[in-house]
């Protein structure tokens, strides 16, 4: 059974820091994405940034130079640095795991869309204030 438990939300003024923390288990596909969602009330939840089992990433363009996914296999945790954060960062934040795609032309690969996505944890909120 995969389980999935974000930690490490809370309240920042504009302009500070924060770091998410995704502890996995259960996960066992060799070829796999994981990544971070948010969703803001009365918004659609949004692919912040998603990351491959061979470490490629991608990010929302709103938080690209600002926020960092990273993994630590050894752990299996999903970790999110998140720099210089903005109001507009308020949200629930979701780390989720799925099956990496396949294609001829370009290999395994992620996409940011949360229907790719099977497993999800329960959220952590972000809260920043200006």
């Known amino acids: 059974q995969v389980q999935l438990v974000e930690s490490g939300g809370g309240s920042v003024q504009s302009g500070g820091s924060l770091k998410l923390s995704c502890a996995a288990s259960?996960?066992?596909?060799?070829?796999?994405?994981m990544g971070w969602f948010r969703q803001a009330p009365g918004k659609e939840r949004e692919g912040v940034a998603v990351?491959?089992?061979?470490?490629?990433?991608i990010y929302v363009d709103s938080v690209k130079g600002r926020f960092t996914i990273s993994q630590d296999n050894a752990k299996n945790t999903l970790y999110l640095q998140m720099n210089s954060l903005k109001p507009e960062d308020t949200a629930m934040y979701y780390c989720?795991?799925?099956?990496?795609?396949?294609?001829?032309?370009?290999?395994?690969?992620?996409?940011?869309?949360?229907?790719?996505?099977?497993?999800w944890g329960q959220g952590t909120q972000v809260t920043v204030s200006s």
């Open positions: 989720a795991a799925g099956r990496a795609y396949y294609s001829a032309y370009s290999g395994f690969y992620c996409l940011r869309l949360p229907n790719a996505y099977d497993y």
């Open positions: 259960g996960y066992t596909h060799s070829s796999y994405c």
């Open positions: 990351i491959d089992s061979d470490g490629a990433t």
